[in-house]
């Protein structure tokens, strides 16, 4: 496989991708009933577990019976999930030979940028503590723009197109989990995995039936340009 000429942008995600970062992906998950059940929703209204939430079932309970808590819910709950990612940002660090496939783009003509579903706030202080924030032309995290446009929305990649100049179809997106290539189907964007992140190429393959492009890390990617 190589990048052929429709590609003129690369798009990466960033933990697990171009960033060596420990995240407690478990809080993360739970950061949303965390919080109502800090507001009191019982606990037949959330759900049994993460993956069986009612969302719109305890925002209902809210509304009926604590609609005071409803203003600044959602920024809340974006800061609850950003503590559990600040917690370990101080040892994050770029994969080996992410950074020269990175430089490697930028000199083929390739327009660079950063689209993840860490907030605003994560996101720029790790690359900014790393020394690598001006190597991308654009940053989008969580929280820059409304919930149901972050990833696997393709309203994602949209805006990672308009930040880079170009259609989504002209990028290559970049990722280590299955919510990265959703992400690419739902846009049309190319899409290629790696394996430097919670996700083998056993799940990878299953989990896409096969139909996905896989290297071992971004630095394999320097190889295709």
Not at 41 to 53: N, R, T, Y
Not at 116 to 145: N, P, Q
Request: net charge negative; aromatic share 6%; proline share 4%.
């Amino acid at each position: 496989m190589a990048l052929d000429s429709s590609i003129k942008a690369v798009g990466f995600d960033m933990d697990g991708t171009i960033m060596d970062t420990v995240v407690d992906y478990d809080k993360l998950t739970n950061v949303v009933a965390d919080e109502f059940i800090s507001l009191g929703v019982p606990m037949e209204v959330i759900g049994l577990d993460a993956k069986h939430q009612s969302m719109d079932e305890s925002l209902k309970w809210l509304k009926a019976n604590k609609p005071e808590t409803l203003a600044g819910f959602s920024k809340r709950v974006g800061d609850r999930a950003t503590r559990i990612e600040m917690a370990n940002a101080d040892i994050a660090k770029p994969f080996p030979g992410a950074m020269e496939t990175v430089r490697a783009l930028k000199e083929k003509g390739y327009k660079v940028g950063i689209l993840t579903r860490g907030g605003h706030e994560y996101a720029h202080y790790i690359l900014t503590k790393c020394g690598v924030i001006d190597e991308f032309c654009t940053v989008i995290a969580r929280d820059d723009y409304p919930d149901n446009e972050a990833k696997p929305s393709a309203k994602s990649i949209e805006h990672l197109a308009e930040k880079m100049d170009v259609k989504p179809e002209e990028i290559l997106y970049v990722g280590d989990g299955t919510v990265d290539w959703l992400t690419s189907v739902n846009s049309g964007c190319r899409f290629i995995g790696v394996l430097t992140g919670h996700t083998d190429e056993k799940a990878w393959k299953e989990k896409t039936d096969g139909n996905v492009e896989l290297l071992p890390s971004v630095a394999e990617l320097k190889d295709l340009i």
